[in-house]
């Protein structure tokens, strides 16, 4: 049994992606063949695949399959077929920061490259960068395990996570789940307590599936059970991915983050926040610069297919919380663990 | 519009009591004609009917059924056949205590009564202990909701709750509910969260749908948002009700009442507890007396008819948590506001 290594790979025949279904799971396991970009942005918006560095990587992989698809044509038409495709991909999910910067890079290789160069070469070199692009959300992933593995105290470690960071959201073993698949991996004993995370259940229907299957030892709680879980100290840290860090340590994840951190604050258990460099956004000065944006409410009224709440209630479901850089104990990146105070450590960390 | 009176009441003819089948809400309002002790027992064990009070309204409503059944037989026989509805009874929830109190004071009532006395005229008493039980039921719960009142800011006043302490859950307008009701009743501008409360969404499914219904403005948010709501200073305090309250002031109530109280002290934000007199363990010297049932698994793993985690995942599901004394601005009951320190407050209040 071993980790998952992502949820989206090339196919054997490199024609084509693979992807895993996450609106399936836990139900069924079912690996998409996705042969177009179209067919990709499809996915996208339908959340067949999420995650910021996952999503990057489906973009960058799709614009490589628009460009096979057109790579008999002449060069002009070859191009402009691929600058359609990505258009189309980057409209998918709007403020998906990862999306658009891996189509960006796509389209950067392609105007890099000489007028002159054949549609077949440069169709090759397409696809090399979406592989470039995910072999560095690997070893991206794998860096934030090693440097995270090391605030794991003796054994047996007791884990509480929030929503998925895990390999299911990202190219390789995940950002939050990182540090625990890598202690697995080294034989250490280590419990993790997954939330639920609603409306979407990404915590009891995504991290629990992959932990799971990779042997971890997991255990689902409602979100409002995790008080009782730090009150009875049976957890030693919160460990959560993010989706973006200000420039001074605020960060942007999952609603219900922010309550947790108060809440290990609270109980005096260190709250931790692993995220690639890439997730630092220093345009941003501090979380009041971050926009939280709102989910449809019948994701809580009917998410399961079952009438929940009275069919007009309102609802106030947003998708984010900001938790102060103050209750964050450090930052796990891939080029290092960030201390407070975030200021200095962030801008550090960027121009080394 | 106006609030609901309670989810039980005698049918017009006197020979039935109708309720309100809890399970099929917010999808269908149905009322129950039920006929016989057996069918309540069936109602009961399949929450139809549910909340400490409203349980124990029903068991004695239930009782006084079951002597309108054995009228028509000789004195001793409809003394069996009410004993033995009532022992059905009370093994329907064992750990309900208000169960066990009402159908123990039907029963002594009963063997109050002279063994001459007529079937006819003992079942017509113990339909007036079972009527005495429901009003004494609904006066306390106004009375809890004109004392709490008094506690409310200046309008609009905004109020956070958990799970469902309404008129659902009792024989009048509820414990946690009450100062809300009495407020819109008063016209003053009251506005309402309420918590999902997983797994059984008592919040989204019963709290949302009795206050929308009686006009009060409700919006539902998940668990996990409560944290934000007080963090922006969206509600003037939280109210919730309780299952058990220990001699020393800790209280038992549903799962995230805990979480709820320590996010409430974080942002300064009051939190209250309503609750019936009835409702305090005097032999509960503290919450660590209290035993915590847990819940079955698959209210989490498949709680909408869908598998939400993967079908053998583990998972920690209490029912109830205990919030330390501390945590608790005040205790708002039938016989009025309890302050800290509870213990001298709560022994005042009982020998009064």
Same mark, same amino acid.
């Given at each position: 049994?071993?980790?998952?290594?992502? +949820?989206? %790979?090339? @196919? #054997?025949?490199?024609?084509?992606?693979?992807? =895993?279904?996450?609106? &399936?799971?836990? /139900? !069924?396991?079912?690996?998409?063949?996705?042969?177009?970009?179209?067919?990709?942005?499809?996915?996208?918006?339908?959340?067949?695949?999420?995650?910021?560095?996952?999503?990057?990587?489906?973009?960058?992989?799709?614009?490589?399959?628009?460009?096979?698809?057109?790579?008999?044509?002449?060069?002009?038409?070859?191009?402009?077929?691929?600058?359609?495709?990505?258009?189309?991909?980057?409209?998918?999910?709007?403020?998906?920061?990862?999306?658009?910067?891996?189509?960006?890079?796509?389209?950067? +290789?392609? %105007?890099? @490259? #000489?007028?002159?160069?054949?549609?077949?070469? =440069?169709?090759?070199? &397409?696809?090399? /960068? !979406?592989?470039?692009?995910?072999?560095?959300?690997?070893?991206?992933?794998?860096?934030?395990?090693?440097?995270?593995?090391?605030?794991?105290?003796?054994?047996?470690?007791?884990?509480?996570?929030?929503?998925?960071?895990?390999?299911?959201?990202?190219?390789?073993?995940?950002?939050?789940?990182?540090?625990?698949?890598?202690?697995?991996?080294?034989?250490?004993?280590?419990?993790?307590?997954?939330?639920?995370?609603?409306?979407?259940?990404?915590?009891?229907?995504?991290?629990?599936?992959?932990?799971? %299957?990779?042997?971890?030892?997991?255990?689902?709680?409602?979100?409002?059970?995790?008080? &009782?879980?730090?009150?009875?100290?049976?957890?030693?840290?919160?460990?959560?991915?993010?989706?973006?860090?200000?420039?001074?340590?605020?960060?942007?994840?999952?609603?219900?983050?922010?309550?947790?951190?108060?809440?290990?604050?609270?109980?005096?258990?260190?709250?931790?926040?692993?995220?690639?460099?890439?997730?630092?956004?220093?345009?941003?000065?501090?979380?009041?610069?971050?926009?939280?944006?709102?989910?449809?409410?019948?994701?809580?009224?009917?998410?399961?297919?079952?009438?929940?709440?009275?069919?007009?209630?309102?609802?106030?479901?947003?998708?984010?919380?900001?938790?102060?850089?103050?209750?964050?104990?450090?930052?796990?990146?891939?080029?290092?663990?960030?201390?407070?105070?975030?200021?200095?450590?962030?801008?550090?960390?960027?121009?080394?």
């Amino acid at each position: 049994v071993s980790a998952l290594a992502g +949820a989206i %790979r090339w @196919a #054997p025949d490199g024609h084509a992606a693979e992807l =895993l279904d996450q609106t &399936l799971l836990p /139900e !069924a396991e079912v690996w998409l063949r996705i042969e177009t970009a179209d067919a990709m942005a499809e996915a996208i918006a339908a959340l067949r695949v999420r995650g910021a560095p996952a999503i990057g990587i489906a973009a960058a992989m799709a614009v490589a399959l628009a460009a096979k698809r057109h790579v008999a044509e002449p060069a002009d038409r070859f191009r402009a077929g691929v600058e359609h495709a990505a258009q189309r991909l980057v409209g998918t999910r709007p403020t998906a920061v990862n999306l658009a910067w891996a189509v960006d890079r796509m389209l950067a +290789a392609m %105007r890099a @490259a #000489p007028a002159t160069i054949e549609p077949a070469v =440069l169709a090759a070199r &397409l696809h090399e /960068e !979406a592989s470039a692009i995910l072999e560095e959300d690997r070893l991206m992933c794998r860096r934030i395990g090693e440097h995270g593995v090391t605030l794991f105290p003796a054994e047996p470690v007791s884990v509480l996570t929030h929503c998925n960071a895990g390999a299911l959201a990202t190219g390789g073993i995940g950002t939050a789940l990182a540090p625990i698949y890598i202690a697995h991996e080294r034989g250490r004993r280590v419990r993790v307590f997954a939330d639920e995370t609603r409306p979407l259940l990404q915590g009891s229907r995504l991290t629990t599936w992959e932990l799971q %299957r990779a042997g971890v030892d997991v255990t689902v709680v409602p979100d409002s059970v995790a008080a &009782l879980l730090l009150r009875d100290a049976r957890v030693h840290m919160v460990l959560v991915g993010a989706d973006r860090i200000a420039a001074n340590g605020d960060v942007a994840n999952k609603v219900g983050t922010y309550g947790l951190a108060v809440l290990a604050r609270h109980h005096g258990v260190p709250f931790y926040v692993a995220a690639p460099t890439s997730t630092i956004d220093v345009r941003s000065a501090s979380g009041r610069d971050i926009a939280i944006e709102e989910r449809d409410a019948d994701e809580v009224r009917r998410g399961f297919g079952r009438l929940t709440a009275p069919p007009a209630a309102s609802v106030y479901a947003p998708a984010f919380d900001v938790t102060p850089a103050e209750l964050i104990t450090a930052i796990v990146t891939d080029r290092g663990i960030l201390h407070p105070p975030y200021g200095g450590s962030i801008r550090q960390s960027l121009s080394a």
